[in-house]
């Protein structure tokens, strides 16, 4: 099977030159503009996308590029994005890079060269996902990308295992950064449906005058704009899953069309006369009181009851025990990995602060603050510093030479216990000491062998 590159142009011609230049070696697919750009996105998840920046309706500028852009990125943060630029528009292109794309190429594009770079950006994404499959399959801890070692977290694995065998709408209940989106993609990527597109659309962040159209599309003619038939994002879901976050920001007119979608299966573009049946499996998500807003009248108790068959309530970090510490050295791993820098540590008063910090950013504020140290720090070691967590506003508690022996102790035996899945002979040899020595170690610190995380407090 030929892998899949989606080529983005507005300029006909050089879409067909693209596509017969690379067809031998890709399954080429071809988009136009934003919309279907994301719309084939999703139906297709190709690993590479060749992008140009200056899309319509105004392609002069690099706006539609750089949102196209981060919306394929927001699906898929591990697709490989290469920028087709002209000269005049390098600093456009150099914007994308430092935005997530993957390498850019000037215009007009050099086939041979293109060649060479779609060659070696496909094996490095195929890499990339072969680790990804290996890292799951050893850590016990990852689960379709999430990671938590915490009670809360592997309650939250079971229910997306259980609901992911359904149809049923699920509502998504969590502070903005607990992983709402994550677990949206993990029930489509277990379901029946993970070969059909998953097409996410956030309903906060388009402007309620455009949202309509957004979801529903619209006919041509339709009103001042509207220069061509376009499908919405609910179509665009068929056969697949539809993910609507911040579904709590939707305005009260809108909440009754898609009330009647929901019961229905249905929809009308705007200015259309043709229902059109979709079949899709809808997740909703919201980071605000659903149950405050619907007693003040801004949100329909029928809608809610329509997408809330079944709810999953995503536990912010403060309350998931002993999972700061184990997605910070996560984090610290991979930044590093990345960066090239390997054999990061955190400090004691990084440690501290970390436990202390009460993270309203959840999980989305933590692997920032730790890719921003990652970058920015000198040493090896991360301070607080680092970190940009602040002086602390008090020491931590004074403790003897023997509790900290002891602190440093079990986090190492508790940490190749983990890693070896509680084998005693591989945890020891990890440590470099015999087996009877770390049985001992063990007996001393009152461990067992199947205590993997820390159960201290």
Same mark, same amino acid.
């Given at each position: ?64 590029? /750089? ?26 292109? %150099? ?48 689960? @379709?990308? %999430? ?34 989106? /994550? ?52 179509? &665009? ?56 807003? %619907? ?42 990995? @990345? ?55 008090? @020491?931590?508690?004074?403790? &003897? ?19 070896? &899945? ?19 170690? %063990? ?15």
């Amino acid at each position: 099977m030929k892998p899949k590159l989606l080529i983005v142009d507005d300029d006909e011609e050089i879409r067909t030159q693209m596509k017969w230049a690379l067809c031998h070696d890709y399954e080429i697919h071809l988009a136009e503009d934003r919309p279907n750009a994301l719309a084939l996105f999703g139906e297709v998840k190709p690993p590479v996308v060749l992008l140009d920046l200056g899309l319509p309706p105004n392609p002069g500028t690099p706006e539609e590029g /750089m949102a196209t852009l981060a919306e394929i990125l927001a699906q898929e943060r591990q697709t490989k994005v290469i920028i087709a630029s002209g000269q005049a528009e390098k600093a456009n292109a %150099m914007e994308a890079i430092g935005a997530g794309a993957y390498d850019f190429l000037p215009k007009p594009v050099e086939v041979d060269e293109l060649k060479v770079i779609l060659r070696r950006t496909f094996h490095v994404a195929s890499l990339e996902q072969d680790y990804r499959k290996l890292q799951e399959q050893t850590q016990p801890e990852s689960f @379709e990308r %999430m990671l938590g070692t915490s009670p809360q977290m592997q309650a939250v694995f079971a229910s997306i295992r259980k609901v992911a065998t359904t149809d049923a709408p699920v509502l998504l209940l969590g502070e903005s950064g607990t992983g709402k989106e /994550m677990t949206a993609q993990a029930i489509h990527r277990q379901s029946r449906r993970k070969d059909g597109p998953l097409i996410a659309i956030n309903c906060s962040a388009i402007p309620e005058s455009l949202l309509e159209s957004e979801l529903f599309g619209h006919e041509k003619g339709s009103f001042t704009g509207a220069h061509m038939q376009r499908k919405g994002r609910i179509e &665009s879901a068929q056969g697949g899953t539809l993910f609507l976050d911040e579904i709590g920001d939707i305005p009260l007119p809108l909440q009754v069309k898609l009330l009647r979608f929901l019961q229905e299966q249905r929809i009308e573009r705007i200015g259309g006369r043709q229902e059109i049946s979709v079949d899709t499996r809808v997740i909703a998500a919201t980071n605000v009181d659903i149950q405050k807003a %619907m007693a003040e009248g801004r949100f329909r108790e029928d809608l809610y009851y329509r997408l809330a068959v079944v709810v999953i309530n995503l536990p912010p970090l403060r309350d998931r025990e002993n999972d700061i510490r184990f997605l910070a050295a996560e984090f610290l791993r991979r930044c590093g990995s @990345e960066t090239g820098r390997k054999g990061l540590t955190f400090s004691q008063d990084a440690v501290w602060a970390l436990n202390e910090h009460t993270w309203p950013g959840n999980v989305r504020e933590l692997e920032n603050r730790v890719r921003r140290a990652v970058i920015m720090a000198e040493g090896k070691r991360l301070t607080a510093a680092d970190l940009e967590l602040g002086k602390l506003s008090a @020491e931590p508690h004074k403790i &003897s030479l023997k509790e900290a022996r002891e602190a440093v102790e079990r986090e190492m035996v508790q940490q190749a216990l983990r890693k070896h &899945s509680g084998k005693i002979a591989p945890a020891a040899s990890e440590l470099g000491i015999s087996r009877p020595t770390f049985y001992e170690l %063990m007996e001393k610190l009152g461990l067992r062998a199947n205590d993997r995380t820390d159960k201290a407090g």
